[in-house]
């Protein structure tokens, strides 16, 4: 793990899960540098292709009287020498303070604490072993959509892996977890197989429950995620980004608004 994708990715957790809430100005220099960025108009800040440079960074970090204290601080100042993944965090990362202007909605549960709340839930169903953390980018995009639902995340952020007892634990969890979730959201990124969340989309498509699936244009086994869908359940499309999956699951949580007629 890089540098910059322990800053951001610790950072990331505690925004999700309420314990950081970003100071005003903070939060008002984070929107700032989010919707300056955009590529154009048509983009969703910027995980729609917009750029941070050094030039906005020094702007956002221009001397304040609380400066010292923000959290966002030395997360910015290590991005520009990052890796793309962990900038790739970043960019999530402020697209969701950006968005919110308040603490996060809804809970945000990791393995292996327990859910057995009510309301809506979103399961990040997809790799974990040699993947990087998308769930946690996904978790922030929902944030940035304002959807208002408990995001079931089954990255432990610290997985004893020669453990049998955590590795049976980890099972179980996400058995029980995936039949609680209102919306199974799937991305198979294009580093590993990950032949468990194959064998879950497998299950859970013949089911019935609500999917939402994407696979990274160079996921090996892209063509026989496609196919399998398109013979088992065609209604199901197969993004080929983790935006469009989000922004798919987003849909399919929130409830449409009736118009009076």
């Given amino acids: 793990m890089t540098e910059l994708q322990r800053l951001a990715g ?4 505690d925004y999700l899960s309420g314990q950081w809430t970003p100071d005003p100005t903070e939060e008002h220099r984070a929107r700032i540098l989010s919707l300056s960025a955009s590529a154009d108009v048509s983009t969703e800040g910027l995980a729609g292709g917009g750029v941070i440079t050094g030039e906005a960074i020094m702007q956002i970090l221009r001397p304040h009287p609380d400066l010292a204290s923000w959290q966002l601080a030395p997360v910015l100042r290590a991005y520009l020498t990052g890796d793309d993944h962990g900038q790739a965090l970043v960019r999530d990362l402020l697209d969701a303070v950006a968005g919110l202007h308040q603490p996060p909605a809804g809970r945000h549960v990791h393995s292996p604490d327990r859910y057995d709340g009510s309301g809506p ?3 990040l169903a997809g790799g974990i072993t040699g993947c990087p953390d998308w769930q946690t980018r996904a978790a922030l995009r929902l944030r940035a959509a304002s959807v208002v639902a408990t995001i079931l995340n089954p ?3 610290d997985f004893p892996e020669d453990d049998p007892v955590a590795t049976r ?3 179980a969890w996400e058995h029980e977890h995936l039949h609680r979730a209102d919306v199974i959201l799937f991305w198979f990124c294009a580093e590993s197989i ?3 969340a194959l064998y879950e989309l497998g299950a859970h498509a013949a089911r019935g429950a609500e999917i939402v699936v994407g696979a990274h244009p160079q996921y ?3 063509v026989d995620v496609v196919e399998q869908l398109r013979h088992a359940r065609p209604e199901v499309g197969v993004h080929d980004c983790l935006t469009n999956t989000v922004r798919a699951a987003a849909a399919a949580v929130t409830p449409p608004v009736s118009v009076p007629g």
């Fill in 10 to 13: 610790a950072l990331a957790t």
């Fill in 169 to 171: 634990g980890q099972i």
């Fill in 194 to 196: 990950q032949p468990i």
């Fill in 155 to 157: 990255r432990q952020p």
């Fill in 220 to 222: 090996a086994r892209r």
């Fill in 121 to 123: 839930a979103v399961f």
